[in-house]
């Protein structure tokens, strides 16, 4: 295997022999090779550009592989978004405070006589006592400073139309979604995905997010609620088809072990105003170790000014 990259190599042996009946034969070989895993190098990591208006200008990127496997590298690719809640399926214990006027609404088989939850073994159960009361769950959430930011749940409704219960989403003492049996049953009849807007959170605080259930009357009425997650997109870098003012040519590549391979980052200042304008890029790859890498691109931009050439008569 000198000198071989990791791969599997395949082939076929062909064997002679003085056999009369058979002086002809083939064996089928295979080796699997195996090596460093692929290992991504950008260079330079960061690149400024100053030009005017209306302009473009393109510089090169070097994407090197000092692994003994193929990196695939692609600069198309958004980081998945990043979950603010902790244990949103309730499994973990210890992340949610749970209470009300009849104790927690936090429920296992052993504890609630039921297996209700979505997923795994525990969810919660607000109502289904056949007395009026209340109870939520809270847990202090970060929501990073980014442009979106989205509850998500699970939510099952058990009851008959004319019931009173609700269910409320809360955000520092503010009431910012509810849902009701009478106008939301037939959306859950089963567990369905609930959504809720929050951007207008998102801003790198700590906030106090809840869910607060109440049951009216003697109705045994309920509301099931598992898998909380509050997604926010990741501020760290952006796909570069989500950038307007840059491209980058090619966008994807793979590049084979211990090679390297040029790409162009172009800078487009067409209709840009004057001003300074950065972006980190994602380059995501199949290195175990650093699976995305942030290119930084700044771009400034100045207005050309164009003067009169007043010549003496």
């Given at each position: 295997?000198?000198?071989l990259f990791a791969e599997t190599y395949t082939d076929t042996l062909c064997v002679i022999t003085n056999?009369?009946?058979?002086?002809?034969?083939?064996?089928?070989?295979?080796?699997?090779?195996?090596?460093?895993?692929?290992?991504?190098?950008?260079?330079?990591?960061?690149?400024?550009?100053?030009?005017?208006?209306?302009?473009?200008?393109?510089?090169?990127?070097?994407?090197?592989?000092?692994?003994?496997?193929?990196?695939?590298?692609?600069?198309?690719?958004?980081?998945?978004?990043?979950?603010?809640?902790?244990?949103?399926?309730?499994?973990?214990?210890?992340?949610?405070?749970?209470?009300?006027?009849?104790?927690?609404?936090?429920?296992?088989?052993?504890?609630?006589?039921?297996?209700?939850?979505?997923?795994?073994?525990?969810?919660?159960?607000?109502?289904?006592?056949?007395?009026?009361?209340?109870?939520?769950?809270?847990?202090?959430?970060?929501?990073?400073?980014?442009?979106?930011?989205?509850?998500?749940?699970?939510?099952?409704?058990?009851?008959?139309?004319?019931?009173?219960?609700?269910?409320?989403?809360?955000?520092?003492?503010?009431?910012?979604?509810?849902?009701?049996?009478?106008?939301?049953?037939?959306?859950?009849?089963?567990?369905?995905?609930?959504?809720?807007?929050?951007?207008?959170?998102?801003?790198?605080?700590?906030?106090?997010?809840?869910?607060?259930?109440?049951?009216?009357?003697?109705?045994?009425?309920?509301?099931?609620?598992?898998?909380?997650?509050?997604?926010?997109?990741?501020?760290?870098?952006?796909?570069?088809?989500?950038?307007?003012?840059?491209?980058?040519?090619?966008?994807?590549?793979?590049?084979?072990?211990?090679?390297?391979?040029?790409?162009?980052?172009?800078?487009?200042?067409?209709?840009?105003?004057?001003?300074?304008?950065?972006?980190?890029?994602?380059?995501?790859?199949?290195?175990?170790?650093?699976?995305?890498?942030?290119?930084?691109?700044?771009?400034?931009?100045?207005?050309?000014?164009?003067?009169?050439?007043?010549?003496?008569?």
């Amino acid at each position: 295997t000198t000198a071989l990259f990791a791969e599997t190599y395949t082939d076929t042996l062909c064997v002679i022999t003085n056999d009369p009946i058979n002086p002809f034969d083939t064996i089928d070989i295979s080796v699997l090779v195996v090596g460093d895993p692929p290992t991504i190098v950008v260079d330079p990591m960061a690149i400024t550009t100053t030009q005017s208006t209306n302009t473009s200008m393109t510089n090169t990127v070097t994407i090197s592989n000092e692994g003994d496997v193929i990196l695939n590298w692609d600069a198309t690719q958004n980081l998945p978004p990043i979950d603010a809640v902790t244990d949103g399926s309730f499994e973990d214990g210890g992340a949610w405070d749970g209470g009300g006027d009849l104790g927690s609404p936090i429920c296992d088989p052993g504890s609630c006589g039921a297996a209700l939850a979505r997923t795994g073994d525990w969810w919660v159960w607000f109502g289904g006592w056949g007395v009026t009361n209340t109870s939520s769950i809270t847990q202090m959430v970060t929501i990073p400073d980014v442009s979106s930011a989205t509850l998500e749940f699970w939510l099952e409704i058990n009851g008959n139309e004319s019931d009173a219960g609700m269910l409320e989403v809360i955000i520092e003492g503010q009431t910012v979604m509810t849902y009701t049996i009478a106008d939301d049953l037939n959306d859950f009849t089963s567990y369905a995905k609930a959504s809720v807007d929050l951007s207008m959170y998102a801003d790198g605080s700590m906030h106090e997010l809840a869910i607060r259930g109440t049951e009216i009357g003697d109705t045994l009425s309920g509301f099931f609620v598992d898998d909380v997650a509050l997604l926010t997109d990741d501020p760290t870098c952006k796909a570069v088809t989500d950038i307007s003012w840059i491209d980058i040519v090619p966008s994807s590549g793979s590049v084979s072990a211990h090679s390297s391979e040029m790409v162009d980052v172009v800078f487009d200042a067409t209709g840009v105003p004057s001003g300074s304008y950065t972006e980190n890029v994602c380059i995501s790859s199949n290195d175990p170790v650093n699976p995305v890498v942030t290119l930084t691109l700044t771009m400034e931009v100045y207005q050309t000014l164009y003067l009169p050439v007043i010549s003496r008569p």
